[in-house]
């Protein structure tokens, strides 16, 4: 066996692999005196410290529980007078991660407040910062689960970790005082430390319903509502959209 595929082995071995793809063309580019041998090694060195960020960022994405991978550029704001493009935008500096500062969607369901927080929680992700999102209902769900295994403050201390927290269709449907009272505990454990998202149908005058309770209601709704952004949605339904723009336009009822 000669030196070239001993090198290829040992690439190989050492898992490589963009070094490995890329090695033959610039052994004839150093050959034909294109580039030096420093140079070449350097660049093909850095195709492997690039595939490695990917990676990553594939990592962060991938765990990160998304319904769906949209972003800022996909959402239809025209469709949307009632929200600042340019504030919103704004989310992808993640200026409000350094800030700890939470962010809110309050509106109808269909007007794309689920697209806005996932979005925005892609970027973050695609910048490494541990990222989770997961809906209200399941969150209390897996918290109930866990304090009846005797895990509830393991569970809490994992969900408060992360750097961007979406709790998706809070309100969506009614949550007792032993859900309430687990969810403040968190959002009371991630305040001031790092950030929540919160989409929800419900206007926060109505949030002590939601709850049954307005003490924690209120207690909620100040630890989220302290260092925020807070948009609130007027507008048409997207799934509404989708289904008119599929109807024949001469259709007559």
């Not at 935008?89 to 409000?96: A, D, G, V």
């Not at 800030?99 to 970027?123: D, R």
């Not at 809490?156 to 032993?178: A, N, T």
């Not at 289904?243 to 001469?250: A, D, M, R």
Request: with cysteine; charged share 25%; aromatic share 10%.
């Amino acid at each position: 066996m000669n030196n070239y595929n001993r090198l290829l082995n040992n690439l190989e071995t050492l898992k490589l692999n963009k070094f490995k793809d890329n090695l033959d063309l610039y052994i004839d580019l150093i050959n034909n005196k294109k580039k030096d041998i420093v140079e070449s090694l350097y660049e093909l060195t850095n195709f492997e410290i690039e595939h490695l960020k990917d990676m990553a960022i594939y990592g962060c994405v991938r765990t990160a529980n998304f319904p769906y991978q949209k972003t800022l550029e996909d959402y239809d704001f025209s469709f949307q007078p009632s929200i600042n493009k340019d504030v919103i935008l704004e989310f992808k500096n993640l200026r409000f991660l350094e800030n700890h500062e939470n962010i809110l969607f309050v509106g109808s369901p269909g007007v794309g407040k689920t697209h806005l927080a996932t979005a925005i929680g892609m970027e973050a992700a695609k910048n490494r910062q541990i990222t989770y999102f997961i809906n209200c209902n399941d969150l209390i769900s897996n918290l109930k689960k866990a304090y009846l295994e005797n895990r509830l403050e393991d569970r809490l201390r994992l969900y408060s970790k992360y750097k961007v927290l979406i709790i998706d269709e809070v309100g969506f449907l009614p949550i007792d005082k032993q859900g309430a009272n687990m969810l403040f505990q968190l959002i009371n454990k991630r305040y001031e430390k790092s950030t929540t998202i919160i989409t929800t149908n419900q206007p926060f005058s109505k949030w002590a319903d939601v709850f049954g309770d307005a003490v924690l209601a209120n207690a909620i709704l100040d630890r989220l509502l302290h260092h925020s952004h807070v948009f609130t949605i007027n507008g048409k339904s997207y799934r509404t959209k989708e289904i008119l723009e599929l109807q024949p336009e001469n259709d007559e009822v």
